[in-house]
Every structure is written in C-alpha cells, then in structure tokens.
C-alpha cells in the first residue's frame, strides 16, 4: 500500500554544524549582508528583527495572496511586446466547456479540498466554475489562437490536442512554483517579526530550504516548457508520446498537473525529489470529458523513459480498477483536483478520510497503489 508519512510536511534534521546556523550565530558586521539570505544588509535585516511587530497571520495571507496572484507576463512561445494582444487573462487549466460544467451544481459551483492555514485543518471548499483552475497565463489573443485545436473542436485524442492541453498545465505549474518562490520570500522578511533568534533561524531556514527545492522543480519544469515551445513552434506534435484511456461512467471528479515522476503506480522509486543533484522527469496529466464518459491523457517528452514506465505501471491495472486508483492518485499530487457536490455527498466517511489523508501530504514514500474495497469513482476503461 501507499506509504503515507506521519507528518505531511517533510522533516529535516539538523545539527549546530550546520552552515546555515553557523553563518547565523556568528559575529557579524552591521553593513555585511544578512545571514538570511535577503540580500539586504545585517543592520536593516534580522539585526533588528526580535523588536519588529508580530504580523498576524491574516495579514500576511492577504498581503501574501497579492504577492502571488500579480500578472507575470504572458507564456506563449512568441510572447513579446508586438505579438501580444489583449491583458493578460485568466487562463483555465482544465477546460470550462466539458469538464468543469460537468460538475458544477445548480449555482455553477464546484468543490475541492483547501488547506485552512489559520486553524491547521483542511476543509471542503465551494467554488464557483469560473474561479477553477484558473491562472493568469496568457495574453488574450494568444490564449484564444493557440488554444483554438482544442477549445473549438470536440476532443479527439491527437497528439495536437493532447499537447496543447499539457501545455496549458506546465505552464499553469510554473507560473504557480514561480509564484511560490516570491510569496516565500515575501514572508522570510516578515514572519519571525518579534521573535527570539532560535525562532528566526528555525524559520529562516525552513524557508530557504523550501525554496531551493521550488528552484530545482522550476528549473525541470522551464525545461519541460521549452520542449513544448520547440514542439509547437514546429508544429512537431510527435516529439511527446501521448496517451488517452477512455472510460465509460460519470465524470464527477477531475483533475489536471504536471508531476515530476518520483515513484510509479508499483511504488519503484525513480528519483529522490529531496536530493537536489537528482534530476526528475515529468509527465502531464488531465481528464477531460467525451460523448458518453471521459478521457484521461498523460502526455511526455518521448525520451522519457521513467514517465513511460509510470504511464506502463498505471495501464497494468484492471479497467475496473484504474478509475478508482487514479482518483487516489489525484488527490495524492494535485491541487487542481474538483469534483461535485453529489459525488462527495455519496461518499462515505471512511472514504472521505482516506481523501484527506491523501489530500494533506506533500509527498509521499512509495509503495503500491492498491485498489480500494469501495471503489472511488464508477469509471470503467475501455
Ligand atoms: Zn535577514
Ligand atoms: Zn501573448
């Protein structure tokens, strides 16, 4: 079975060896720079930190919030000042027409699972269809006519199609790591405001590892983007591999992410995401919806032999079973999972806590994915 941690955030252990603290507790000018990593000198920096005011912790969410959603430019290969036409528009990851109206209730809204940061806990989360999945991505005239293939034809499993709707989520995923990354060092400079020095380190620390990890995931993943850019400037579908499973059943769950290839559905191991010298694959999926059920799509540069493996591990499954394994899956790695009011109400509380306990974990340790005894999703593959 799936080996789920006991604490969702990873733990490192550290001693007073450690550089960073060194670096930290040593003696230190009030013009160097701070040992924080800010770049700004000691003296306007963590010098004076313990007497700055505490923030509380809505204040920051909100300001934080602002931090992360601003506008970062368009994303289309051709992007420039004379190219792009149009603001920069909220971009749906997963397509608004088909799959999001499938499971909007009588008010259009849809639910997915939310961390609640000011009382520790996750909640089900109402949403209105519009605000799902979205993210400001693309100039308006360059979303309407690269997404044309897909937005404009019903879907029919080609690679194009295929692509073009990875592409949207790769860039979706970057946007959001590179947002991330200013947010988290946006709260370096105020979230230890009024403590003692231990406090600051601790956090300090836990801050700047976190953000050295995002770098290395934006590194992969502005490679990935680039091999989509080359595939479509040339219009070079092929150089991904490509593959749709069709099944038959109510779409009332969907999903959607780029995901670096840690371990396959068997629970082998591909790479260590906490070794930073380790470089990972990815592999994009999404669910889309068909005349008489749905589509899931996984989609990988070619060359990629361990996303192939992981795609090989999946399909390993039986038809009854894929549904059921792919929905824990999603729920394990993707935040852009939605699903229906109705289809959450039927579940019950032993199914539901196994979705939070999937839900609340930032990553997991392998081991193979079993099927459930009552089956998450009705899906049956084709
Ligand atoms: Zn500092
Ligand atoms: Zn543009």
Redesign the pocket.
Known sequence: MVNLPSSPLKEFFVDDDDEFIKEATRKRSYSEPCWCGSNIPYKKCHRVRAEQQRWSLGKILNKQRKVFWKKRG???P???PS???GM?IDAHTIQRKGPLSAIVDESNHLCHLEADLQNQVFELKSIGWKKASIFPG??S???TELFKELETKPFEGTNQQCVLQSFRNVCCELYKKRALVESLSYQSGVLDNGLDIHRQIEIQMSINKNIEGQRKSIEELEALQNKFHKAIESKKWDSFECKVFYFRGNVELISAAAIQVDYDFDGNQHVDLFDLEDDAESIVYTTLTVDDGGALIFCWPREFSQAKKFVDSFDAYKAEEKGDVFAQYCFLSSEHTFFSKNWWEKLTESQKTRIYDLYRCTFYEGGKFIPSIEPLVDWVFE
Do not use: E, P, V
């Open positions: 368009c994303m289309h051709d992007a420039s190219s792009c036409r920069i693309f100039c005239h360059h979303d």
